[in-house]
Nanobody, 126 residues
Framework: QVHFEESGGGSVQAGGSLKLSCALS????????LGWYFQAPGKEREEVSS???????TYADSVKGRFSISQDKAKNTYYLQMNSLKVEDTGVYYC????????????????????WGQGTQVAVSS
């Protein structure tokens, strides 16, 4: 299966920037593509951004306008550029491929596959 290697985290002052990288062991084949997930201490993991194979991107309201997701398919690598960082951005960031899931309503949606890596730690100080 595909493995993930997140890197690029570190400590930064509020207002600063970081660029996270997600190196995959192989290519993504499903149209759902890949997502970046954030887990604050004591909180549930949540999707902050995603990018599909055709390049469509999504952002959580909390990061919209500050974060930008991108990909380099040739390198099997995905990025999360984080600007204007806030203290509340502190936590662990994971990347994960997404897959189609059918809801009880019959609608389908993209969800993380669940094969989580170690993630990369981000610490934003004031």
């Amino acid at each position: 299966q595909v493995h993930f290697e997140e890197s690029g985290g570190g400590s930064v002052q509020a207002g600063g920037s970081l660029k996270l990288s997600c190196a995959l062991s192989g290519p993504i084949f499903t149209s759902c593509g890949l997502g970046w997930y954030f887990q604050a201490p004591g909180k549930e993991r949540e999707e902050v951004s995603s990018i599909t194979l055709d390049g469509t991107t999504t952002y959580a309201d909390s990061v919209k306008g500050r974060f930008s997701i991108s990909q380099d398919k040739a390198k099997n690598t995905y990025y999360l550029q984080m600007n204007s960082l806030k203290v509340e951005d502190t936590g662990v960031y994971y990347c994960a491929t997404r897959t189609w899931v059918r809801l009880t309503s019959g609608r389908t949606t993209c969800r993380p596959l669940g094969d989580w890596g170690q993630g990369t730690q981000v610490a934003v100080s004031s």
